[in-house]
């Protein structure tokens, strides 16, 4: 809902990060824009909200193994206007999952139409929920 302040603080705010019983994060070509905060562990500046909230969501789940981290990237064609630098940035991204170079390893699941990411989520998130039944 709109409000006034960092944009990603004022999403913070409404959809509290201690709350998320899941996290989705999905990437095509673009990595998104500065949020305006810097990682505490770090100090850097966080290249787009998207990282922010993964970021956030990865360190709740070390923490309390809660929210599920479920990330997926679309590899459908770019665009032919496709901005190179963010491409670069949603692939360095990815590249950090890896769990032989990362301090952050996550599996993540790959997607090409809209119709095979609707049916995967929803596998996926009926699998999360039977394991929360249980």
Same mark, same amino acid.
């Given at each position: 809902m709109p409000?006034? @302040?960092r944009p990603q603080q004022v999403i913070f705010d409404? /959809?509290?990060p201690t709350t998320w019983d899941i996290f989705v994060g999905i990437l095509w070509h673009r990595f @998104?824009? #500065?949020s305006g905060a810097a990682n505490p562990a770090t100090q850097k500046e966080y290249l787009s909200g998207t990282e922010e909230e993964f970021t956030t969501a990865y360190g709740l789940w070390q923490q309390f193994k809660k929210p599920r981290?479920?990330?997926y990237r679309c590899t459908r064609?770019? #665009?032919y206007n496709a901005d190179l630098d963010q491409l670069k940035r949603v692939q360095d991204f990815f590249a950090q999952l890896d769990p032989h170079k990362s301090d952050h #390893?996550? /599996?993540y699941q790959s997607?090409?139409?809209t119709e095979n990411?609707?049916?995967l989520l929803r596998d996926n998130l009926q699998r999360v929920l039977l394991e929360y039944e249980k």
């Open positions: 409000d006034a @302040g409404q /959809l509290k @998104g824009t #500065p981290v479920m990330m064609a770019f #665009p #390893p996550a /599996l997607f090409d139409t990411f609707e049916a």
